[in-house]
């Protein structure tokens, strides 16, 4: 072996580690440490300083001590609000992701069944929203939603209500806020599923007798779980920590824990709350989380057989 | 070649420069929105050839995070002075060099002393803006809802429960700031607006609150300028300079909604924005000449004309449009002023007890 | 007769969706021609807020702030979750894989709260024990934007490379062509589109991100959407509607651009195919 071979050869290993090693440093430092620092808030004291909260670890006299603090944690039991927070926040997430599918379903379905080169554009004009500014849509919508708002002034020009109905700062505000704004998470995944279903398998099912809606229940829905799952799961946890949308649409009694977090963290300036609570909500989210990626590795298995 | 030989000598040359002028012609400035007039920066510059970064916030408590989290590299800030107070206790701000601010003796003398309830000896503040936590009147709905013999000038307009429930259908909006609420409705019941009371916060106060929630729309401290200038709202517990500035835009807009501000006679909680400069601000030299020339008569008259708020400079009251030195509102009569009472700086421990009940109450639990 | 029915069924949910979609931004258009500052009132055509949204130093530099950092951020997140993609899917398996297919995903499902506090907290850390980065600014928002897109690039890509039939890649390399070489004319062209849409998406990510760019900003690295966030005090303003609108128009054109050209492609290949078979 040359020296030529050799260099070439250890760049091509040095190479290889790079691809590896740059976005793994990059994860590690900058989304790895990072939470660390908060669960390691989470078990310390807040106190009026700079920074807001005390070191866990202290050496006084020699004496190395690391005190873990479960105040927070328990303090977090013990206050109810917290508690109701979390559970509201998933019915929440849970009916929006709901309302999501119901919607974003049937579109995937009908873009999915268009002609191939049409299928394109739809996808695009599902997507096109998501690239305006999403902030400046929120704010559309209240101006569409408030009680002078578009939908109130049509319906009593209309004469169908007499009284404007409220809907900004509703719950219902925040369904279509969190709705609107997570479709296309919704749509795409199963479009993605639904465009390689075999088209055969339907037709032999209606050559045998099947009716259109039998076959769609008995065959379609049944192949497209892996989407639905995966759409789902884009929606409902993001949502569970959504902070804009409540905010801006919801009214003050809309809990949820993305808001809770935000003022325990801002208002009550309570650093090492507030981790704790962030600790708890991903705790909550583990399972969603791998449901979510157990279902994208069976996808991908699925993918990779086919080849 | 040559080219980057001299890249690199003019690039230690003003090196050289910046070190031996020992400060770069650059001021960072953190204030809140709409809060300065429209020249004001722009004359600094041109007075002094610093260049100024200015950016803009919309509550206490995210300039708070951020002085708290340190090294915010904005070498001028502008909290609230109740927010001052703790801020001082955490350690953040450097003390004033007095020597470096000629014009110090422009301020009011009497506020000064007030203010050394929050920061003692007035060591590392001076006064910018002050103004009264009151009601905001939609005129028009309000007296088709109440007829003639409203309430106008009582803060039963928000804490009767019966009455608060004939205006819940046009809007009641409440400022999202406990530590003003709480004062203001225990000076409301007739206790003592600085009391630290847990036991009087989670009883009479809350009960109070509780009651006239369900007529509540939101909680806010911004937003109900707009909704009040809209007419979306027809009362909300809010700023003086705010619901003026809704006044003004209601005005322009000719949309035939008639706001008006209101110190309520029962009293009205007194706030003073303050300037500081953060202990780890890179321009301190920069932000003296900034503070000293807010301290200006002119300057400060110019400010007061824009924002609709009293500044802390008696000898700029005489270059204020008359509109607003004679607007009771704006400028209390000494008899409203007996009435008024400045907000209390609360301990850690009634901190907490104190935003716990209040996020409990907006959620209505 | 049924398919008929089903087809129009199709059609009605399309349009509903659409509808849905698009009422909001038919309204900003609409609303940014308005002469009146009230969003409710229709006072007559007028095309002055563009005039002014140009004027507007705070938004205009705003503007700037968050399409530089979108851009950075976006391309620098191409690069590294395309190294990420790579490894996951071409690697085989190396130490710490499961941490690492963990960290991947992680930042696509974490609560923007969190993201910002965290990242927060680290720089803080940082500068207190490093003393890097000194301040808050442009940087660590672009650092912060960088680390939640690249997980988005690395879905995307690396789900396009395992489409990828590596039959392609192995021809070419035994008709010759080294590993750069396969790269470059092989597995690049092919794996394109995928980047182009994870930079897209990392775009307008890093474009709309509210909560975690109000974390980690400091002196003048105001973003687009902190302006608007905090122009809620005073209304949205008509230019706002104007600047969407312009925004709106850009995006959708370029969208139509890459739809006629991806088309009129496919269009050549099935004419190249056909004429190849026909021979």
Not at chain 2, 138 to 157: I, K, Y
Not at chain 2, 174 to 198: C, F, H, I, Q, R
Not at chain 2, 305 to 312: F, G, K, M, S, T
Request: net charge negative; proline share 5%.
């Amino acid at each position: 072996m040359n020296i030529a071979q050799v260099f070439t050869q250890t760049l091509k290993q040095s190479g290889k580690k790079l691809v590896v090693l740059l976005p793994f440093s990059w994860l590690l430092v900058f989304f790895l440490i990072p939470f660390l620092i908060v669960l390691q808030i989470s078990f310390s004291e807040s106190r009026i300083a700079q920074p807001p909260f005390t070191d866990l670890t202290s050496f006084v006299d020699d004496v190395y001590t690391i005190s873990l603090n479960l105040f927070n944690y328990i303090d977090l039991y013990e206050y109810d609000l917290y508690l109701s927070g979390y559970i509201s926040s998933v019915k929440i997430a849970f009916t929006a992701t709901t309302l999501c599918l119901l919607i974003g379903y049937p579109i995937a379905y009908a873009i999915a069944k268009l002609p191939p080169h049409t299928r394109n554009l739809a996808l695009m004009l599902v997507i096109l929203p998501s690239w305006t500014s999403f902030l400046i849509r929120i704010y559309a919508w209240i101006g569409i939603l408030k009680q002078n708002g578009l939908i109130n002034n049509a319906l009593m020009g209309l004469g169908v209500i007499e009284q404007p109905l409220e809907i900004l700062h509703t719950p219902i505000a925040v369904y279509i806020g969190i709705v609107y704004a997570y479709l296309p998470f919704m749509v795409l995944p199963i479009y993605t599923n639904l465009v390689k279903h075999d088209s055969s398998l339907l037709e032999a099912a209606a050559d045998l007798g099947a009716r259109p809606i039998g076959s769609f229940f008995k065959i379609t829905l049944p192949l497209s779980v892996s989407g639905i799952v995966a759409g789902s799961m884009l929606v409902f946890i993001p949502s569970v920590g959504e902070f804009v949308i409540p905010e801006l649409l919801g009214g003050p009694d809309t809990l949820m824990i993305g808001k809770l977090l935000w003022s325990e963290f801002f208002n009550a300036r309570n650093w090492p709350g507030a981790s704790a609570v962030a600790v708890v909500m991903l705790l909550l989210l583990i399972l969603p989380i791998t449901i979510f990626q157990r279902y994208q590795a069976k996808d991908l298995e699925e993918q990779a057989n086919e080849h | 070649m040559k080219a980057i030989k001299k890249l690199a000598l003019a690039t230690a040359c003003a090196v050289a420069t910046t070190g031996a002028m020992a400060e770069e012609k650059v001021l960072n400035v953190y204030n809140w929105s709409d809060y300065i007039a429209e020249d004001t920066l722009a004359n600094f510059e041109a007075e002094t050839g610093i260049k100024v970064v200015y950016d803009v916030f919309d509550s206490n408590d995210v300039l708070e995070a951020k002085l708290l989290s340190g090294k915010t590299g904005y070498d001028v800030v502008v909290p609230s002075a109740t927010f001052l107070a703790r801020q001082i206790q955490a350690g953040v701000f450097q003390p004033l060099d007095r020597s470096k601010l000629p014009q110090y003796e422009n301020l009011d003398a009497p506020m000064m002393e007030k203010l050394t309830s929050h920061d003692p000896d007035n060591a590392y503040s001076i006064p910018y803006l002050w103004g009264t936590t009151g009601i905001g009147i939609n005129v028009g709905q309000v007296t088709e809802r109440l007829g003639e013999d409203m309430p106008a000038d009582s803060w039963d307009l928000v804490f009767n429960p019966e009455i608060a429930a004939k205006l819940a259908d046009c809007g009641i909006t409440m400022l999202d700031a406990w530590d003003e609420v709480v004062p203001t409705v225990l000076n409301y019941l007739g206790e003592d607006p600085k009391s630290t009371d847990t036991a009087l916060l989670n009883g009479k106060v809350k009960d109070t609150l509780s009651a006239v929630r369900p007529h509540i729309r939101y909680f806010h401290s911004s937003q109900y300028i707009n909704d009040l200038a809209n007419g979306d709202v027809c009362v909300t517990v809010g700023w003086s300079g705010d619901i003026l500035q809704a006044m003004d835009r209601a005005d322009e807009a000719e949309n035939g909604v008639e706001v008006s501000y209101v110190i309520p006679k029962e009293g009205a909680g007194l706030w003073f924005d303050m300037l500081a400069i953060p202990k780890d601000a890179s321009h301190p030299e920069n932000a003296h000449k900034f503070l000293d020339f807010l301290m200006r008569k002119d300057v400060m008259a110019g400010i007061s004309n824009y924002v609709w708020y009293p500044n802390a400079i008696p000898g700029s009251k005489e270059m204020i449009d008359e509109e607003i030195t004679s607007d009771p509102s704006i400028y209390p009569t000494p008899e409203v002023e007996k009435n008024l009472f400045t907000f209390p700086v609360y301990a850690p421990k009634f901190d907490r007890a104190g935003s716990r009940m209040w996020t409990a109450l907006k959620s209505g639990k | 007769m049924s398919t008929n029915k089903t087809n129009k069924l199709s059609w009605a949910i399309l349009l509903g969706g659409f509808a849905f979609l698009y009422l909001p931004i038919f309204i900003l258009i609409v609303y940014s021609f308005n002469e009146s500052r009230l969003v409710t009132v229709w006072a007559g055509f007028s095309t002055k807020w563009y005039g002014e949204l140009f004027e507007d130093e705070q938004m205009m530099s705003a503007v700037w702030m968050s399409l530089k950092i979108a851009f950075l951020s976006a391309s620098a997140a191409v690069a590294l979750g395309t190294l990420a993609a790579i490894a996951l899917v071409r690697s085989g398996a190396f130490k710490g894989k499961t941490l690492f297919t963990g960290m991947i995903t992680a930042p696509l499902v974490m609560p923007e709260v969190i993201t910002g506090l965290s990242l927060l907290l680290l720089f803080v850390t940082m500068s207190q024990v490093l003393g890097w980065p000194e301040g808050r600014g442009s940087l660590t928002i672009w650092i912060a934007h960088t680390t939640f897109n690249m997980a988005y690039v690395a879905v995307v890509v690396s789900a396009r490379l395992r489409e990828l039939d590596r039959r392609l890649e192995e021809a070419a390399m035994d008709l010759g062509a080294n590993k750069f070489q396969v790269f470059i004319y092989i597995t690049l062209p092919i794996v394109a589109p995928a980047l182009l849409a994870g930079w897209l998406l990392a775009f307008t990510l890093s474009l709309d991100d509210l909560v975690i760019a109000s974390f980690v900003s400091g002196p003048g690295s105001t973003t687009l959407p902190m302006v608007v966030f905090s122009s809620v005090r005073l209304g949205v303003s008509p230019k706002i509607n104007a600047l969407a609108t312009l925004l709106v128009l850009a995006v959708a054109m370029a969208a139509f651009i890459a739809w006629w050209f991806m088309r009129r492609n496919e269009l050549q290949r099935q004419k190249e195919i056909r004429s190849a078979f026909s021979q």
